[in-house]
């Protein structure tokens, strides 16, 4: 299946005002806003839906609000989603909207939806980065930092869901859609990449360590780890927390920096993240902090 990335994710919140503040100093551009919430996107088009956790036209919750309502991949066309409309209509219901997105549900429940890429070309400038032994990137008198830029997120990177059953959930995306396991924490947690993709992961799935499933966690790509750090900086100075970070993970090599966010899980700032084609041999760790980062700040905290 040609799944080239993530779309949208849509989100029912219980503070629409808050929301609103997050995503704009977050630095996501809103493109649509009223007053039951927002569409905020990076620059390449991906976006986040915002809504009030009330509002009835939805798809159902896994898990009380403020939560995940629904996940949107993009596909390379039509003919690919009819293709996973036809697949996954041998055992689930599946509705294709007015809108030509299709619309079904994953084996933990949750609400997923394909429609062609919305990803557009876009500028930004690349990262020049100066290592000694080699000749300069930058060229003189051209300086690397700068205290009042602003950093923009680039494109939807990543989603992590709490799943009941890793396993099951793990073949529904790789038997039913395609996705190829790239790493694993082992009994812990499966990093998935769709077919349309080398990154190392658009999915991950988390075994739930209580009671209730739902998000885990969004990320955006932003340009370096520079960028993670100065964005996150900036973030934190507006008045939201950190949850984890800054570091750099050990499985997909990308900086990463998470603040707890008011959609029912955290947010994370990422770059530089590794790429794999098909070549390359799932690794596999038990999970825990020498696992999980090559360098860190801050300590994560199991969230619902």
Not at 56 to 81: Q, Y
Not at 210 to 223: D, E, R, S
Request: glycine share 10%.
């Amino acid at each position: 299946m040609d799944i080239t990335g993530l779309n949208a994710a849509v989100l029912g919140v219980e503070d629409v005002d808050a929301s609103k503040r997050y995503c704009a100093d977050f630095g996501l551009a809103t493109v649509e806003r009223g007053a039951e919430g927002l569409t905020a996107e990076a620059l390449d088009g991906t976006h986040l839906v915002v809504r009030a956790a009330s509002d009835t036209s939805l798809p159902a919750s896994v898990a009380p609000p403020p939560n995940l309502r629904e996940t949107i991949w993009g596909v390379g066309d039509k003919s690919v989603v009819d293709a996973i409309g036809g697949e996954l209509s041998k055992d689930r219901q599946v509705k294709l909207g007015a809108d030509g997105v299709l619309r079904s549900y994953d084996d933990s429940g949750y609400p997923i939806a394909f429609a062609p890429s919305c990803r557009r070309p876009y500028r930004a400038e690349p990262i020049l980065i100066n290592v000694p032994g080699f000749p300069p990137q930058r060229p003189p008198n051209q300086v690397a930092c700068d205290p009042n830029a602003p950093v923009k997120p680039r494109t939807f990177s990543h989603i992590v869901y709490f799943v009941p059953d890793l396993e099951k959930a793990e073949r529904f995306y790789v038997e039913r859609l395609g996705f190829i396991v790239t790493d694993r924490f082992t009994g812990c947690g499966s990093f998935l990449r769709s077919a349309g993709t080398i990154e190392h992961h658009n999915l991950f799935l988390m075994k739930v360590p209580h009671a209730t499933i739902g998000l885990n966690h969004i990320a955006f790509h932003v340009g370096s780890g520079h960028e993670v750090m100065q964005a996150g900086t900036l973030f934190e100075r507006k008045g939201w927390k950190p949850f984890w970070g800054p570091g750099r993970h050990i499985f997909g090599s990308n900086y990463f920096w998470y603040f707890n966010s008011p959609f029912g899980g955290a947010m994370e700032f990422d770059a530089d993240m590794d790429v794999h084609d098909d070549s390359w041999t799932p690794r596999e760790a038990e999970m825990g902090p020498p696992t999980s980062a090559i360098w860190q700040f801050g300590t994560p905290l199991a969230r619902r």
